[in-house]
């Protein structure tokens, strides 16, 4: 019997290679969690079962000549349906991309299926990205595998419940402003949000072109660290990309890595109001942690964190209404028959979007508009400047900032639903992140019974080496 759910990439890779297990026996074991999982967990959009294990047989076969099993070759692996996939159905988590079926591939998708990993579907999330709960989709809510009553976090829920539950051995997910670190805080995982640019965006379905990252969801760092040897890097498709050396495992594994020390900056303004106090106590016993291993721990202050989360709505709901005129209902998505264009758009976009999505167009066109632009959009990226200014700054003290990742334990399946403004204040330690542009990476750092805290590890641009290697020390 293989434990997908407890298994990790680096004892696949073992057990691959030294053929304690075939890829077939363990592409099948990563089904059958599924297909026992998915009536109470809902964390697939859409399943790819048989490509997966024609695919694993092929691996099998190349494995009996010699191929050498190292990254993800092999390795059964889930991707947000925020991804475009050739052939296979895309929906962003809406209704209306329920039926599309992209022409094209994403890059994220190409690097990993040419590595070798095996695609067992596409995972639900709040439809374009809108949440930090999985509660936001046509597709239904996730349900957070820790305790079925909760959310799994967002807007990569589906992601990080199918790796909480060995539906896949890692997951591929997307944050704007902390949907690959809120789903991993909430799920009991890792969550990478790289530097802005380091994987190439080509073919994900924008939510805010300026803060969207891609990155892994994970068990551990050190499978994160596998993951992002194959992902990283500059992509002529996407001008933003930048270079990368791709040596990330190879990093954390070094002995003068592993004694390395680091200052440790701890901001006073992500543990004041608004934090559960047992969350905060988690946390506060992983930086004893940190210290007992020799690390410096200085106090700092963030004061521009309190206009981070309005800086970040403001500019990514500006962003989001701008992205989303594409769908219009003529070019590909829902369609309608009507008599004239203007009543196909507006019945078509009515239809189409959830309420969440609606909101936030409406919102983003307000603030985007002659006349309000100044008030909201351009003040906006001011504060973006200060936000970027004041990490800097920061960063001039200390070699990494730790908070925790959510303020909170995941809430119950609806808790929110009278309150939108409450779900988007939840995120309020990630999303200061994105407008900045830095890596952040969320790792467990304790629980409470039977649910998981997480911790939020940042720091300046590019330093993902620096960020797993800290978290590293912490997880061993
Ligand atoms: N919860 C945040 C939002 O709703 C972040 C979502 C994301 O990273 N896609 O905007």
New binding site residues.
Partial sequence: MIDVKTLTIQEANQMLANNEITCVELTQACIDAIESNESEINAFVTTTFDLALEKASKIDQEIAEGHEVTGVYGIPYSLKDAYVTKGIKTTAGSKILENYVPAYDAAVYKKLDEAGAILLGKTN??S??????TENSHFGVTCNPLDTSRVPG???GGSGAAVAYGGGLFSIG?????????PASFCGLVGV?PTYGLVSRYGSIA??SS??TVGPITKTIQDATIVMDVIAGKDDYDATSIESDNDYEKFINKEDSKSKRYKIGVPEEFFQEGIDPEVKKVIEDAIEKYRELGHEIIDINLPYTKYAVAA??VI??SETSSNLNRLDGIRYGLDVETDNWEEKITQVRTEGFTP?TKR?ILIGTYTLSAGFADQYYNKAQKVRELLKDQFQNAFEQVDIILTPTMPVLPPVIGEHDDDPLK??L??AY??SI?PVGIPAISLPAGSIGDLSVGMQLIGPMESEKELFNLGMQFQS
């Fill in positions: 999330m709040d374009f990205g809108h949440g930090s709960s967002g807007s990569s997307e944050d704007t402003g902390g949907s690959n670190r809120a949000k939510y805010a803060y969207d970040y709505y990514g709901l969440e936030r779900m988007w939840m995120d990630t999303c994105n």
